[in-house]
T-cell receptor
Framework: EAGVTQFPSHSVIEKGQTVTLRCDPI?????LYWYRRVMGKEIKFLLH????????ESGMPNNRFLAERTGGTYSTLKVQPAELEDSGVYFC??????????????FGQGTRLTVV | GNSVTQMEGPVTLSEEAFLTINCTYT??????LFWYVQYPGEGLQLLLK?????DKGSNKGFEATYRKETTSFHLEKGSVQVSDSAVYFC???????????FGKGTRLHILP
């Protein structure tokens, strides 16, 4: 069974440009999460989809970030326009149960974004 | 709000040394606690977990016990190997929502 996959693995863009990150969750997983780790800091929650609906987007830093999950399958995270402080590793995770006691989230390898 | 604090790294040990990575948490409810590991070039993997007080999670020789009285979930291994070199993240999840709250991560280097 394929795990969570993220594209691209690395992206280097100039300040002011647009970048779109993609996440393909494990098939059948309704929950999809985006997280971000800025260098040397904790991994921070960005948002949570249940199927195609945004369940919680309280972690989105500002309106330059737009996440979508069309049809409840893969998700995209667009940063437009990118700023230097957006650099970091963006992780996607998916899980099957909702509010389950032993829900395990499976993570992708992450996308390393560098804004120069 | 909920938070996780873990010891700063990097931690450098010789092979076969004893490892402890400290983790403490703050939570308003009754969280589940986790240790995740990220090996070089790979994604985050769940290493072990505990869902209630006094539970012990274990995997690959690593152990951590959910201590409610000290709000801690320290990671231990009796004899580390070079292959254990990675970044370790302590985390918690509250049943009231589905967010996982992570610590800053501790980079571990094991020298042969």
């Amino acid at each position: 069974e394929a795990g969570v996959t993220q594209f691209p693995s690395h992206s280097v863009i100039e300040k002011g440009q647009t970048v779109t990150l993609r996440c393909d969750p494990i098939s059948g997983h309704d929950n999809l999460y985006w997280y971000r780790r800025v260098m040397g800091k904790e991994i921070k929650f960005l948002l949570h989809f249940v199927k195609e609906s945004k369940q919680d987007e309280s972690g989105m830093p500002n309106n330059r970030f737009l996440a979508e999950r069309t049809g409840g399958t893969y998700s995209t995270l667009k940063v437009q326009p990118a700023e230097l402080e957006d650099s970091g590793v963006y992780f996607c995770a998916s899980s099957q149960a909702f509010r389950g006691l032993n829900t395990e989230a499976f993570f992708g390898q992450g996308t390393r974004l560098t804004v120069v | 709000g909920n938070s996780v604090t873990q010891m700063e790294g990097p931690v450098t040990l010789s092979e076969e040394a004893f490892l402890t990575i400290n983790c403490t948490y703050t939570a308003t409810g009754y969280p589940s606690l986790f240790w995740y590991v990220q090996y070089p070039g790979e994604g985050l993997q769940l290493l072990l977990k505990a869902t209630k007080a006094d539970d012990k999670g274990s995997n690959k020789g690593f152990e951590a016990t959910y201590r409610k009285e000290t709000t801690s979930f320290h990671l231990e291994k009796g004899s580390v190997q070079v292959s254990d070199s990675a970044v370790y993240f302590c985390a918690l999840s509250d049943l009231r929502d589905d967010k996982i709250i992570f610590g800053k991560g501790t980079r571990l280097h094991i020298l042969p």
